[in-house]
Structures are given as C-alpha cells and as structure tokens.
C-alpha cells in the first residue's frame, strides 16, 4: 500500500459529500492510499483512520476502493502531483501523477 505521497499518510478533508468513482464518501476526514501492487491497474483507497504515519496502514478501516484509470505522461513525472479539476455541475476529476502514470477517478459533489 502506498501513502500516495510522502512521511505521514496523505490527509483528505471535504466539507460536502462526495462520490468518488463510485465510492459513497460522507464529508469529513480521511487518508488516501493507493494500491499500486498492479502498476497498471491503481486501486485508490479512502481510509477513515487518520493522523497515522505513512506506513501504518489498516485495511479494516477502507471506506472502500475504487479502481483507478491510468494513462502514460509524456515524460516522467519527477515529483508526485495530486490534482482536482471543476468540470461543472457538480462534477470534476481527482488525479495523482508520478514516475511514469498518471492514474485517476471521477468526482462528484453531492447537494
């Protein structure tokens, strides 16, 4: 499992409910992981642990896993970059990009 970013657990707050890729995610605090055990298939994990160091990492604790699409950047990508984009209407896209992938999952705010 990877932290998806560096020393402590990547931290995710959201102040609406989400749907990511599928995932029911109510507002609050969570940790992102990635399953990278595949590298060209990403699971993106939301976890509902939180304030854990990278490495400690308890699956009982998912709030699910959704499968991530991936796609190839032009050059490899040096340092690990998290994006997400507005596409309206409620809608958008959370992407991570780094080394040799770029892996996302579409998001949509819940009113």
């Known amino acids: 499992m990877w932290r998806a970013g560096a020393n402590s657990a990547t931290a995710f707050h959201t102040d609406a409910d989400l749907n990511i890729g599928g995932l029911n995610v109510p ?9 990278i055990k595949d590298p060209d298939h990403w699971e993106f994990i939301v976890n509902k642990q ?6 400690t990492y308890d699956q009982t ?3 699910g896993r959704v499968k991530m699409t991936m796609s ?3 050059s490899p990508i040096e340092t690990l970059k998290y994006t997400i984009s507005d ?3 409620g809608k ?7 080394e040799n992938h770029i ?3 579409p998001l949509t705010v819940h009113k």
């Open 27 to 35: 507002k609050g605090d969570y940790t992102l992981y990635v399953n």
């Open 61 to 63: 604790q998912d709030l």
């Open 92 to 98: 958008g896209k959370l992407q991570l990009e780094w």
């Open 72 to 74: 190839k950047p032009a």
């Open 50 to 55: 939180t304030g854990q160091w990278g490495l």
């Open 87 to 89: 596409l309206g209407d």
């Open 103 to 105: 892996a996302s999952v």
